[in-house]
């Protein structure tokens, strides 16, 4: 079955840096598009970033744009997110995700889309 899990997560201070890993198994990695979600507490579930399946192609909702990256190693079945410049309203658990759909484009990566969800990973970022 495809499992995702996530890592990375932790504690830091605002301005400061973390990388997010997620390695997946049980799905054709490398023919898939993938993304990272977060939920912040009363909140709901959020699309954060997205990467076609070759990592040519990436897609960030507008409140990380400029600070998170997204990257993908085919090799090793596993997908990053690196976030930079951390502001204390990105406080959340963060998913890695996958479609249901292996065909599914960076354009249509979403929570209703989402086919497989990690466990998640909690990022706090402290004032």
């Known amino acids: 079955q495809v499992q995702l899990v996530e890592s990375g997560g932790g504690l830091v201070q605002a301005g400061g840096s973390l990388r997010l890993s997620c390695a997946a198994s049980?799905?054709?990695?490398?023919?898939?598009?993938m993304g990272w979600f977060r939920q912040a507490p009363g909140k709901e579930r959020e699309f954060v970033a997205t990467?076609?399946?070759?990592?040519?192609?990436?897609r960030y909702a507008d409140s990380v744009k400029g600070r998170f990256t997204i990257s993908r190693d085919n090799a090793k079945n596993t997908v990053y997110l690196q976030m930079n410049s951390l502001k204390p309203e990105d406080t959340a658990v963060y998913y890695c995700?996958?479609?249901?759909?292996?065909?599914?484009?960076?354009?249509?990566?979403?929570?209703?889309?989402?086919?497989?969800w990690g466990q998640g990973t909690q990022v706090t970022v402290s004032s």
């Open positions: 995700a996958a479609p249901g759909n292996r065909f599914t484009t960076i354009q249509f990566m979403g929570v209703p889309n989402v086919g497989y």
């Open positions: 990467i076609n399946w070759n990592g040519g192609s990436t």
């Open positions: 049980g799905l054709t990695f490398s023919t898939y598009t």
